[in-house]
């Protein structure tokens, strides 16, 4: 079969899919794919990372097969390789060749005065980019929806939410988007922290402008305000979001939210704002495994042009796991030192000079250990029980119970709760918490149950 043939059953396959799956879905999965060739009896599709092909795999390789035969009339192996960044650049700017010197200058010059216009943004930190995010396992689908939505504003995945524990990458993600957008377009973008979205609004009433506060935020392409757990208990101001949300959301404007918990645990918050972040995409980081630190860890090195050896850099992403704004801080600390002091980073000088950050025992191990040892006394329990890994029905509530209270006495992350008890992840966590909640409802004798283990820790606490 012809190569142009090929090209153009899986054009039409791509029309086809675009019609059942949806703008959103369709442009967050299939805009980065590209024909590479034809093979005998089959057609080879770039894919931009493993992480994208294995999702195409499990998702959509069923639906891909037969609307190729559909349009081809015969089985047409689809295969799939990953094609690099700048291969995949090479090819879309191949592919949008203007076809005529007068129509490239209208295009470089417009190209030229957003750049000129354009050249850094206030409100956004200009090193975060996607370039500069190391993407794995941990972050695949948050980057790829990212991705998608900096090249499709309005149209792919909106509103979008990304949430985690502090340190993991939120906010270089959301600015990623604004960075992109703002660079290669000329679209409006505004990113804002809840705190200045609060201090403007309460300076807008002093002053008796709102009108201007509203068309500030309400008049914008794109608005990505971060850590709206801020806004918890705030009813005037979560009404103003509410407005706000709405006449951007109706007008077809990207919306980028970031916040430290899943938006089920936000106490006293609307729930109709709530509702809202659901019409959208609600994504989740966690902390990356040690080969995505290291990554991390030798792209920093090399945007900084520093010389640190590897088996440092290993060190650090093996004593250091919590997230990456500590591993980053590390990693600062000796590039620091060797500017300074003038003298070269060794293992042993690694080792000396942060011995303070991989010896310091973490605030939440000290207060975890008595809410575990209190709340396992309460059952008859040891606190191993609930750190280890036993299922029987009372251990299983008492450990559930104790990730609850953790939850609501400390300001510690679900990642963090998750380690003190036995190393498990933050979705287990989140899972007890959720059981819990969903118990007080049905069970009105848990509350004073729980009202008494709080009174306990306090007391031990106190004590100890």
Known sequence: MADMDCEGFWNETLIQLRN??????????????????????????????????????????SIINNKLKDVSGTEIAFEMEIIGKAARKNQSETQSQPKNSETANITEEKTLKIKEKREKHSQMQINFTFDRYIIGDNNGLAANAAIAISRNPGKSYNPFLIFSDVGLGKTHLMQAIGNYIYENSDKKVLYTTSENFLNEYVQAIQDGKMNLFKNKFRYTDVLLIDDIQFFQKKDRIQ??????????????????????????????????????????????????EFEERCAILRSTVENKRADIPNEVIALISEKISSNVRDLLSALNTLIAYTELMGVPITLETAQQRLKNVFNAPRQANLSMDNIIRVTAEYFGLTPNDLKGKKRSQNIVFARQLAMYIAREMTEYSTTEIGQDFGGKDHTTVMHSINKIKEKLIIDSTLESTIDSIIRSIKEFSAKH
């Not at 407005?243 to 109706?250: I, K, P, Q, R, S």
């Not at 404007?253 to 659901?278: A, H, M, W």
């Open 20 to 61: 059942i799956l949806g703008e959103e879905e369709f442009s967050g999965w299939f805009s980065d794919m590209k024909y590479i060739r034809t093979g005998e009896n089959s057609i080879i599709i770039g894919v931009p990372s493993a992480f994208h092909r294995d999702k195409i795999k499990s998702r959509y390789i």
């Open 239 to 288: 009404e103003e979001l509410f407005h706000t949300f709405n006449a951007l959301y109706d007008s077809k404007k990207q919306l980028v939210f970031t916040c430290d918990r899943p938006v089920t645990e936000l106490k006293d918050f609307s729930d109709r704002i709530i509702s809202r972040f659901g019409l959208g995409l609600i994504v989740d980081l966690h902390p990356p």
